[in-house]
């Protein structure tokens, strides 16, 4: 009786350890610290909409879109599971800890999960989780590699804010703008992250810290208190059909980033202080909680990459794309001030300090 007692003792201590490895496993799989910079994508599209404050269809849109993007995590593991192999053998796949038909499972089932939530939220917002499926599971199974990766993460980024707008009020247009200013900073740090397990490339973490410069000075420009600026043009969202910018192409004054032959941001043609506003008058706490939300964005931001910049070895290049996708909390979170919505402006940044505290632990690239 007593060695039966003992042998179970020491029997649960072993079950709980494989499930840690297993949890710990899946939460680098799926990157679970970059959660944090999702909800602050719907967040800001239903503020820009005009949305005085989030409602249910809202929470759907999160739902949705932390679907959508988690499955994008997945697929992107079991796309580049030769490649991790021998870049990254520490990775989930290649080390074993996670096989590769349950990362390509996971993958599809919170796809379906994604656009089913999408769904509940109705027709608007399905018709752009749809777009937003299609595109991630485009990038990582074909576009990723070509000059038209860092576009597709941009696009993918855009959609996701207009998925927000699309589910609260049922229109995207006055969202346009803001989706614009978060698509050009993922595109920037998308270029960055394409030398991460490489480096040798100064040009790329440059070029994002001159969007970083821009959008930051874009967001700040002319603001005063009490200032009422004025909305995207009506023909903001005729010039961007689909979305579909291409390189060498130029979108409309509503924000999108000019892509040159080596598909690198031109920051200046970003978007414009007048077009991310929205018609929304800023009290004096309100415009201070803009300009040090903007702050903080560049701040996140600017050093790693500078760092990067002077060498870009893969560990700086590396804390400089992690450093870029944790600075879309406090983009989102001055986007989302600079409509009026000082109150959620201040939870999306909230979510700051938890995604350094997971960051910690598991990393996000």
């Given at each position: 009786?007593?060695?039966?007692?003992?042998?179970?003792?020491?029997?649960?201590?072993?079950?709980?350890t494989?499930?840690?490895?297993?949890?710990r496993?899946?939460?680098?799989?799926?990157?679970?610290p970059?959660?944090?910079?999702?909800?602050?994508?719907?967040?800001?599209?239903?503020?820009?909409a005009?949305?005085?404050?989030?409602n249910?269809?809202?929470?759907?849109?999160?739902?949705?879109s932390?679907?959508?993007?988690?499955?994008?995590?997945?697929?992107?593991?079991?796309?580049?599971?030769?490649?991790?192999?021998?870049e990254?053998?520490?990775?989930?796949?290649?080390?074993?800890r996670?096989?590769?038909?349950?990362?390509?499972?996971?993958a599809?089932?919170?796809?379906?999960?994604?656009l089913?939530?999408?769904?509940r939220?109705?027709?608007?917002?399905?018709?752009?989780?749809?777009?937003?499926?299609?595109?991630?599971?485009?990038?990582?199974?074909?576009?990723?590699?070509t000059p038209?990766?860092p576009?597709?993460?941009?696009?993918?980024?855009?959609?996701?804010?207009?998925?927000?707008?699309?589910?609260?009020?049922?229109?995207?247009?006055?969202?346009?703008?803001?989706?614009?200013?978060?698509?050009?900073?993922?595109f920037?740090?998308t270029?960055?992250?394409?030398?991460e397990?490489?480096?040798g490339s100064?040009?790329?973490?440059?070029?994002?810290?001159?969007?970083t410069?821009?959008?930051?000075?874009?967001?700040?420009?002319?603001?005063?208190?009490?200032r009422?600026?004025?909305?995207p043009s009506?023909?903001?969202?005729?010039?961007v059909?689909?979305?579909?910018?291409?390189?060498?192409?130029?979108?409309?004054?509503?924000?999108?980033?000019?892509?040159?032959?080596?598909?690198?941001?031109d920051?200046?043609?970003?978007p414009?202080?007048?077009?991310?506003?929205?018609?929304?008058?800023l009290s004096?706490?309100?415009?201070?909680?803009?300009?040090?939300?903007?702050?903080?964005?560049?701040?996140?931001?600017?050093?790693?990459?500078?760092?990067?910049?002077?060498?870009?070895?893969?560990?700086?290049?590396?804390?400089?794309v992690?450093?870029g996708?944790?600075?879309?909390?406090p983009?989102?979170a001055?986007?989302?001030?600079?409509?009026?919505a000082?109150?959620?402006?201040?939870?999306?940044?909230?979510?700051?300090?938890?995604?350094?505290?997971?960051?910690?632990?598991?990393?996000?690239?």
């Amino acid at each position: 009786m007593r060695t039966g007692t003992t042998t179970g003792a020491k029997v649960k201590p072993k079950l709980n350890t494989k499930v840690k490895v297993k949890a710990r496993a899946w939460a680098e799989l799926l990157r679970l610290p970059a959660l944090f910079t999702v909800p602050g994508d719907a967040l800001a599209g239903a503020a820009a909409a005009g949305a005085a404050r989030p409602n249910a269809r809202t929470l759907l849109a999160i739902g949705s879109s932390l679907c959508l993007y988690e499955a994008g995590m997945a697929l992107n593991d079991w796309a580049d599971h030769a490649e991790d192999a021998v870049e990254r053998p520490h990775r989930p796949l290649p080390s074993g800890r996670v096989r590769s038909a349950s990362a390509l499972a996971a993958a599809g089932a919170l796809t379906a999960a994604g656009l089913a939530l999408a769904a509940r939220a109705g027709r608007p917002a399905l018709t752009v989780a749809v777009p937003l499926a299609a595109t991630v599971w485009s990038y990582d199974l074909t576009l990723k590699r070509t000059p038209a990766g860092p576009l597709a993460m941009g696009a993918a980024r855009t959609l996701d804010v207009l998925l927000g707008a699309a589910a609260t009020t049922g229109t995207t247009r006055a969202a346009l703008p803001s989706a614009l200013a978060l698509g050009a900073h993922t595109f920037a740090v998308t270029t960055v992250s394409r030398h991460e397990t490489q480096g040798g490339s100064a040009l790329a973490p440059l070029a994002g810290l001159a969007t970083t410069g821009v959008l930051a000075w874009r967001l700040t420009r002319g603001h005063t208190t009490g200032r009422r600026t004025a909305g995207p043009s009506p023909s903001a969202e005729a010039s961007v059909p689909g979305l579909g910018l291409k390189p060498g192409r130029t979108a409309d004054a509503a924000g999108s980033a000019r892509l040159n032959s080596t598909n690198l941001p031109d920051p200046t043609n970003l978007p414009s202080p007048t077009n991310l506003s929205g018609s929304t008058t800023l009290s004096g706490p309100a415009a201070a909680l803009h300009t040090a939300l903007t702050v903080t964005y560049a701040a996140t931001t600017a050093r790693p990459l500078f760092h990067a910049t002077l060498n870009p070895s893969p560990p700086l290049t590396q804390r400089a794309v992690g450093s870029g996708i944790r600075a879309l909390i406090p983009l989102q979170a001055a986007l989302t001030a600079r409509a009026g919505a000082t109150g959620v402006a201040l939870l999306t940044a909230a979510l700051a300090p938890a995604a350094r505290s997971f960051a910690r632990k598991v990393s996000v690239t």
